[in-house]
């Protein structure tokens, strides 16, 4: 019980009070009661006009009483009332909060795609508040495995559809969400002093000279370096320098670096450094297409975010900034 409702319940436990008092001096008029106080026998006739005056007057009194514990106790109801209505908006308020709260989404991303995404993030914060971006960069094939080992991650953006196709059999991938979102070119690429002019130049590297080349097996730009190579007939004699990096930001490092002669990568990598210079593009016979898939993957926690992050990537105004780092739309 409130203080609010203790007040109330005060004149109506005087009211209680009251009439029983006022009971008892009216059991006082009562001949028996009276042969109790005979010294006052002369008494009885006027205390008894005082005792209806007194029953008068206590009545009005206690209605009164009445009257007003009633009317604190109506506002006290209402109170409640209105506290519990307070408690319902409030539980409300709660509701819609917790519906709007933060999450976070993980995107397993190509290693070519690191430059471009990170500058890409903040502009994706500030447009959705709520999501939080975080990132795993790697070849293409390491991230395939590792989601496929059940690493946590919400969307899987590779440098090559191979590996998207390989865990979409596996039923790793939401294929309603699955699109092509980029293209990119193979390149090959020396220290800017080099005296390479072409991928045929290739066969007059010294014995020693390193190339280095993504791995075969697993990274999207070693499999297109490896296709390219093929055509041009340079990879019988060049096998014995080839030296492979698990990502393509490993094979750009190498050249910029000294520690490789020359090295395959993407256009976009090239494109980020100064210290080295594009020898040739690879003809776009050389290699199958280099397209890069971006889909949902099916342990997502939060497929919504997931799915505006994706559609976000695919606006216009984002459109420019892979084109400015050298991606073309597919």
């Known amino acids: 019980m409130n203080e609010n409702k203790a007040i109330a319940y005060i004149p109506i436990v005087l009211c209680v ?82 519906s709007q709260q933060r999450v976070s989404i993980t995107v397993s991303a190509a290693a070519s795609l690191q430059t471009v995404l990170t500058e890409i993030e903040p502009i994706f914060e500030r447009r959705y508040p709520q999501v939080d971006v975080f990132y795993n960069w790697g070849g293409s094939g390491t991230l395939q495995r590792q989601i496929e080992q059940g690493a946590p991650a919400d969307i899987f953006f590779s440098a090559s559809p191979q590996q998207m196709e390989m865990l979409a059999k596996k039923g790793k991938v939401d294929v309603r969400s699955q699109q092509t979102l980029l293209t990119n070119q193979l390149v090959l690429i020396a220290p800017e002093d080099s005296s390479l002019g072409s991928f045929a130049d290739l066969k007059m590297l ?100 997931a799915q505006q992050y994706i559609d976000f990537l695919s606006d216009p105004d984002i459109a420019q900034i892979f084109e400015r780092y050298g991606f073309s739309q597919r």
């Not at 008068?56 to 109801?77: I, K, P, Q, R, T």
């Open 17 to 98: 009070t009251g009439g029983r008092r006022l009971q008892n001096l009216q059991n006082l008029q009562n001949l028996q009661n009276l042969q109790k106080f005979k010294r006052f026998k002369g008494l009885k006739g006027g205390l008894g006009v005082l005792i209806r005056l007194l029953s008068v007057f206590s009545m009005a009194f206690f209605s009164v009483l009445l009257a007003v514990g009633g009317w604190a106790l109506s506002v006290s109801m209402r109170e409640d009332v209105n506290g519990a209505d307070q408690s319902s908006d409030n539980s409300l308020l709660n509701s819609l909060s917790s």
């Open 206 to 305: 010294a014995p020693a000279d390193q190339i280095a080349v993504g791995e075969f097996r697993s990274v999207p730009a070693g499999q297109y370096a490896q296709a390219t190579l093929t055509y041009f007939q340079l990879l019988p004699k060049l096998s014995g320098q080839l030296v492979f990096f698990n990502n393509v930001r490993g094979v750009l490092a190498a050249v910029e670096n000294g520690h490789a002669a020359a090295g395959l990568v993407y256009a976009t990598d090239a494109q980020l450094s100064n210290r080295v210079k594009v020898v040739a593009i690879a003809p776009a016979d050389s290699h199958p297409p280099i397209r890069y898939p971006i889909a949902i993957l099916q342990r997502s926690d939060h497929p919504e975010a």
